[in-house]
T-cell receptor, first 114, second 115 residues
Framework: RKEVEQDPGPFNVPEGATVAFNCTYSNSASQSFFWYRQDCRKEPKLLMSVYSSGNEDGRFTAQLNRASQYISLLIRDSKLSDSATYLCVVNMLGSGGGADGLTFGKGTHLIIQP | NAGVTQTPKFQVLKTGQSMTLQCAQDMNHNSMYWYRQDPGMGLRLIYYSASEGTTDKGEVPNGYNVSRLNKREFSLRLESAAPSQTSVYFC??????????????FGPGTRLTVT
């Protein structure tokens, strides 16, 4: 079973729409969760952390469901500049994810259309 | 603050040639990483270094060696390049966040083609 799974997309969404995508993780002991953003031919960058109570940063809302082992990202009023690949990242110590245990999903490709 | 820097940005090698990818960070981070990213495969960890003087294998270490030269620098060496090593290579370093988790900062990547 893959440790962090995402729908690769692409999600084609008209500008101004709301889009949401999920990520599931296999290790119930995971402690920390993140969304990273990666633009075409660029490096990944942290978008936001995901807290147990859910959190919002402007047009972006992240939620965690520990019982079902998934996290979600919701983007409201989408902009052309939101077009990117969104990587789900989970902290899984002992899973071979390196010293900090961060394990990356393969990403969901989002295309915002004018 | 330059963050994480990588050289070179692009490289073309012939099969069997060797080369070293350089990475440096100026954020005083203890942990550093080398990933490769291939279409449809996501980021795969090659090697990491939890601190100066230590290195450990990741998911796909075969065909690579690393050196943690000092706290700032972490290099990746391909001794005998193969076409299967054509990829984009990212170096990263990480810092501890409040609550004990980590954020990874990535370099701009090296695009390597092996013919």
């Amino acid at each position: 079973r893959k440790e962090v799974e995402q729908d690769p997309g692409p999600f084609n969404v008209p500008e101004g729409a709301t889009v949401a995508f999920n990520c599931t993780y296999s290790n119930s002991a995971s402690q920390s969760f993140f969304w990273y953003r990666q633009d075409c031919r660029k490096e990944p960058k942290l978008l936001m952390s995901v807290y147990s109570s859910g959190n919002e940063d402007g047009r972006f809302t992240a939620q965690l469901n520990r019982a079902s082992q998934y996290i979600s990202l919701l983007i409201r009023d989408s902009k052309l500049s939101d077009s990117a690949t969104y990587l789900c990242v989970v902290n899984m110590l002992g899973s071979g994810g390196g010293a900090d245990g961060l394990t990356f999903g393969k990403g969901t490709h989002l295309i915002i259309q004018p | 603050n330059a963050g994480v820097t990588q050289t070179p940005k692009f490289q073309v090698l012939k099969t069997g040639q060797s080369m070293t990818l350089q990475c440096a960070q100026d954020m005083n981070h203890n942990s550093m990483y080398w990933y490769r990213q291939d279409p449809g495969m996501g980021l795969r960890l090659i090697y990491y270094s939890a601190s100066e003087g230590t290195t450990d294998k990741g998911e796909v270490p075969n065909g690579y060696n690393v050196s943690r030269l000092n706290k700032r620098e972490f290099s990746l060496r391909l001794e005998s390049a193969a076409p299967s090593q054509t990829s984009v290579y990212f170096c990263a370093s990480s810092e501890v966040l409040a609550g004990g988790s980590y954020e990874q900062y990535f370099g701009p990547g090296t695009r390597l083609t092996v013919t």
